[in-house]
């Protein structure tokens, strides 16, 4: 079988952005592919990558929160859909390690992530530079070819696969290599990344550290009080409804927003929105669609009980722990640490 894997820090309460982005498109990447016997499906918390930077509120309610998300997304955990925190499985720590002596600091310091993390601090921790290589033991452990993730983490893949490529051609054919990022785009089914953008600053994506509130749309905020941030979201003097991410990105977004969380395909909303000279008109409805979507979602998460997620975690550390542990004793051989 052959394994997709990913995962989602638990550093905070997530965004509509990491939602629409992330959670939902994995969801339902997981589902489609683990229903046959061909793929299975490992859905982590990587609560290791959590602490690197601060963390918002309490990290185990956090991580326990965001596999209810995971669930209230829809996710279906079953036979061949295994979810567990990554701290549980001390075989990604100790694989990292040996990593860590095959990568060096020249392509590590080139991470995109690690410049704009460090930029413009006196001190930066050494798990910002390195968690690419814990990223990369994340994925090998588990002979993983599929990562779906989002674009501000293809640089990781690829340091992934040169590691195991690297690591392949010093001690023989231990590593599965992971597919380019070009090849999981093509597998994820999107022509590029989905990038929800920042309702007052548009130019920008919406992140969950920005630290205005309006910015972002949170997966607890109250379907009302969302709703007002739609209606108070940056526009133009355009005066007139296009899709053009450039030109006119607050707009763009909005008609992103409505057909992701209404799930109808962005050309439809295009054309129903095409030439429309009020803009109040457009973000009444997107500010609609999206106080509805976060109802709902909110109620099929007040659903989930922590007992659920702790069963569901049982089950999938031992198989986790069990597939990890397998593949670190082989790389322990080769390199004679075994
Ligand atoms: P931070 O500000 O802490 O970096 P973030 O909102 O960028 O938070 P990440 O934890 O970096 O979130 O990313 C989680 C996942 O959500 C990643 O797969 C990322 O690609 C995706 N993602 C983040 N922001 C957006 C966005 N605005 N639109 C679509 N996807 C996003
Ligand atoms: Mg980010």
């Given at each position: ?18 939602y ?43 991580i ?23 701290s ?8 990292c ?91 994820m ?45 940056t ?5 007139k ?7 006119q ?19 439809t ?16 409805k ?32 031992d ?20």
């Open positions: 079988m052959k394994t997709i894997l990913t995962g989602i820090r638990a550093n905070s309460v997530l965004t509509l952005g990491n629409l982005g992330a959670l939902l498109p994995m969801v339902r990447l997981a589902n489609k592919y683990s229903d046959n016997d061909e793929y299975q499906v490992n859905i982590f918390v990587p609560d290791l990558h959590s602490i690197i930077s601060e963390v918002d509120g309490d990290l185990q309610e956090n326990i929160r965001t596999l209810k998300y995971w669930l209230a997304a829809g996710l279906s955990v079953g036979q061949n859909v295994h979810t567990y925190r990554q549980y499985v001390p075989a990604h720590s100790e694989l390690w040996i990593l860590n002596c095959t990568a060096t600091m020249g392509e590590t310091s080139r991470m995109t992530q690690f410049k704009e993390k460090s930029e413009g601090r006196d001190s930066v921790n050494v798990g910002i530079f390195d968690y690419p290589i814990l990223m990369a033991a994340d994925i090998l452990l588990y002979s993983a070819e599929y990562v779906p993730i989002g674009e501000d983490q293809f640089q990781h893949i690829e340091l992934a696969r040169n590691l195991a490529m690297r690591f392949n051609h010093k001690y023989g054919e231990v590593f599965t290599v992971p597919v380019s990022t070009a090849e999981q785009v093509k597998f089914g999107v022509s590029e990344g989905i990038r929800i953008r920042d309702l007052l600053t548009p130019e920008k994506k919406m992140s969950k550290s920005t630290a205005a509130a309006g910015s972002k749309i949170m997966l607890d905020d109250n379907p009302e009080v969302a709703a007002k941030k739609i209606m108070s979201a526009t133009d003097s355009f005066g409804v296009k899709f053009d991410m450039w030109a990105p607050g707009i763009s977004n909005l008609l992103l927003i409505e057909a992701l969380v209404t799930d109808t395909p962005l050309q909303v295009i054309s129903t929105w095409a030439g429309e000279t009020r803009y109040g008109e457009l973000k009444k997107v500010a609609a669609s999206v106080s509805q979507m976060l109802s709902e979602f909110q109620e099929r998460l007040a659903k989930i009980s922590d007992e659920e997620v702790f069963l569901l975690l049982g089950m999938g550390e198989y986790a722990n069990e597939v990890a542990s397998a593949k670190l004793l082989e790389v322990q051989k080769v390199v004679h640490l075994r």
